[in-house]
């Protein structure tokens, strides 16, 4: 029994629900090629910036790209300054033609090669900055070494890889999510779909913050 009394009515649907990290901020990280993992620096549960080191690679494929770039860069620059050289002994009349297309290609032999090496290194993922500070010294870590970055700020919510461990680009090393946000997936019955569209308020409870209540809007 209950004791009658006046009150606003509400038209409320229970709804058991899952909580799930938000989808669109949410990333999955693989290296771009094979590699053994040296270090891993960051743990489960860890708060992490975008362009953080989350592990230090070793992959012996990626130190001879870099070899073969530096290679291609120096065979580049000698015959480059080689052209010029034989271009203005050619237009003084002191060298031969044939001096100077032997030098001219050379030369444009050297750039093609030296083209595909750095196209080589920025497929696997290497961009214009790491390309260049590692070709102005050779000096530090070796060649062979990569860094996996974070793409996004969030949560390091899954840690698959461990020290030692050998994995290729198919392989997932970690998974970050932004929680600042997060998804909760209603189960509705069917016969109350007519009562939900976008835009309704909704109150979620759950049991590991007894008697607070969470609001959020339908966005699907």
């Given at each position: 029994t209950a004791l009658i009394e006046r009150r606003p009515f509400r038209d409320e649907i229970s709804a058991t629900a899952t909580i799930t990290p938000n989808e669109y901020r949410l990333v999955h990280l693989s290296p771009r090629i094979e590699g053994r993992i040296i270090e891993v620096q960051a743990e489960l549960g860890q708060q992490v910036k975008r362009g953080q080191v989350l592990a230090l690679f070793d992959s012996i494929e990626l130190g001879q790209k870099?070899?073969?770039?530096?290679?291609?860069?120096?065979?580049?620059?000698?015959?480059?300054?080689?052209?010029?050289?034989?271009?203005?002994?050619?237009?003084?009349?002191?060298?031969?033609?044939?001096?100077?297309l032997d030098a001219k290609g050379r030369y444009d032999k050297s750039l093609a090669a030296y083209r595909a090496a750095h196209e080589a290194l920025r497929l696997i993922g290497l961009?214009?900055?790491?390309?260049?500070?590692?070709?102005?010294?050779?000096?530090?870590?070796?060649?062979?070494?990569?860094?996996l970055v974070a793409s996004l700020n969030?949560?390091?919510?899954?840690?698959?890889?461990?020290?030692?461990?050998?994995?290729?680009?198919?392989?997932k090393a970690f998974t970050i999510a932004d929680l600042?946000?997060?998804?909760?997936?209603?189960?509705?019955?069917?016969?109350?779909?007519?009562?939900?569209?976008?835009?309704?308020?909704?109150?979620?409870?759950i049991d590991a913050f007894p008697g607070e209540i969470f609001k959020g809007t339908i966005v699907y």
């Open positions: 870099k070899s073969d770039f530096l290679q291609a860069k120096t065979n580049h620059d000698v015959d480059k300054r080689n052209y010029v050289r034989e271009e203005g002994l050619y237009k003084e009349r002191i060298t031969s033609e044939k001096e100077f961009s214009e900055k790491d390309i260049e500070q590692f070709d102005c010294s050779t000096k530090g870590q070796p060649l062979s070494y990569f860094p969030g949560t390091v919510i899954e840690r698959t890889i461990t020290s030692g461990e050998l994995i290729s680009p198919k392989d600042s946000t997060v998804w909760i997936i209603l189960d509705v019955y069917e016969h109350n779909l007519a009562a939900v569209r976008e835009g309704i308020e909704v109150e979620i409870t």
